[in-house]
């Protein structure tokens, strides 16, 4: 048929042309085989040495180093509550937050608009106690007088008595036995007199110290009330940067809680300012119980604040809790961490509580060791390796650590100064670029 293109190769005359090639050029047929072959090879296998990033190893001191996220907090502080004698409580003046204080400098009042009235009402009671013991003393002593009056007529009765009934002789014994009779019931009447006088002057005594109690009752719940309304104002004991409270009645709806602020109402405790002390203070951090082997007492770290870039301090770790805590809050299943503080070397007047930090600990320290990039090491069949650069190619070669850091490891042997070693693993094809 005359269909189709003529210029193409019938199948039946492929296999011709490739004998006719094999018998007059073989020696050609046989090199371009071998030069497919290594381009082959060199695109899809391994990459030279030009497109493989590397780093020099040297000897160097090593520090291994932990890096943890951490708050600040000083070392002592003073924490300004609401009275506890004062029921519910408003705020009506607060100290700004941040603001520098003096020692007796008003930092907090409360409104004293109840605590006045009650004051007032005690002390119109407080007046009127008094006036009612200035009336029961004034009775008992018309009761003294009364009955020091009725006891001694009873005496002169029994004297009188006492003479009329002795026989004189001219009176009839009728008369005089009258008159002894007489002088018994004259002795009747005084003893009842007497007991007449202790029972009244008792009972006008008792009506006095009631009186008195009552006075001294009112008199204390006024002094309560007077040292209730002194302590709705609240100075500072002593100098420093007041640090405001998050009032926990106050929760937003992204879930944090507000400092507290004008107008808030507090309860009694409540804890409302906080001073620290800036000379001395520390940091504190959650320390992953997995880490817990590698840091101690006494060890060094840097310090990076995020609110002061510009400068890097230094700090000591002062105290690890002996016992773990759990923390439901991060995780299931929850974690459990030990509280890590460190102590500031070189605080300043910038440090403000409540700062967050990123702390560097060193952990170890190696002063001669061999030192690569982390990312240098890798694991060929279960042990480390690094491929060391010779000409354009490398050579692996397995190596013994000491210690791996995050971005570096310390090598005991395997290699030595000055040699180069490969960044990422050569004999893995490399992407191409999009």
């Given amino acids: 048929m005359a269909s189709g293109n003529a210029n193409a190769v019938r199948p039946s005359t492929v296999p011709g042309r490739l004998q006719r090639l094999l018998r007059h050029h073989p020696v050609a047929l046989v090199c371009v085989v071998l030069v497919v072959a290594a381009l082959a090879y060199m695109s899809g296998v391994a990459r030279t040495g030009a497109s493989v990033p590397t780093a020099a190893v040297q000897r160097s001191e090593f520090v291994d180093i932990m890096e943890l996220r951490s708050d600040i907090r000083p070392v002592r502080s003073i924490v300004l509550a609401a009275p506890t004698q004062s029921g519910e409580l408003q705020v009506v003046r607060l100290v700004r937050n941040g603001t520098a204080v003096k020692a007796g400098d008003a930092v907090v009042e409360f409104d004293a608009t109840s605590l006045r009235r009650q004051e007032t009402d005690r002390r119109a009671e407080l007046r009127q106690a008094e006036a009612e013991i200035e009336q029961a003393r004034a009775q008992q002593r018309i009761v003294e007088e009364a009955t020091a009056t009725n006891l001694l007529q009873a005496r002169f009765d029994v004297e009188r008595a006492r003479i009329d009934s002795v026989d004189r002789g001219f009176l009839a014994p009728l008369d005089v036995q009258r008159a002894r009779l007489g002088l018994i019931d004259a002795e009747q009447r005084l003893v009842e007199a007497e007991k007449r006088q202790v029972a009244e002057l008792a009972a006008a005594a008792a009506t006095v110290a009631g009186r008195v109690r009552r006075r001294d009752r009112v008199r204390a719940d006024l002094e309560r009330i007077e040292r209730a309304i002194g302590s709705l104002q609240i100075k500072a004991p002593s100098a420093g940067t007041a640090s405001l409270m998050p009032n926990p009645r106050s929760g937003s709806s992204s879930g944090g809680n507000q400092d507290f602020r004008e107008g808030d109402r507090a309860w009694p405790g409540a804890s409302i300012v906080e001073l620290p002390d800036l000379s001395s203070v520390h940091l504190t951090a959650r320390l992953d119980e997995a880490d817990r082997g590698r840091v101690e007492v006494g060890q060094s ?80 069949n279960g042990r480390p390796t690094v491929y060391v650069q010779k000409g354009s ?42």
Avoid at 403 to 424: K, M, T
């Fill in 301 to 380: 770290a840097t310090v990076h604040l995020d609110a002061v870039p510009d400068k890097v301090y230094h700090s000591k770790v002062s105290q690890i809790s002996l016992l773990a805590r759990v923390d439901f809050a991060s995780s299931w299943p929850p974690t459990r961490d030990f509280d890590l503080e460190l102590v500031m070397a070189d605080p300043d007047a910038r440090l403000k509580p409540g700062m967050t930090a990123s702390v560097r600990i060193a952990v170890a320290r190696f002063p001669d060791a061999l030192v690569v990039p982390a990312r240098a090491v890798t694991l060929i």
């Fill in 393 to 434: 190619g490398f050579e692996p070669r397995a190596v013994v650590m000491k210690r791996r850091g995050r971005e570096q490891v310390a090598l005991a042997s395997g290699v030595q100064p000055g040699e180069r070693v490969a960044l990422e693993n050569p004999t893995v094809k490399e992407r191409p670029k999009r």
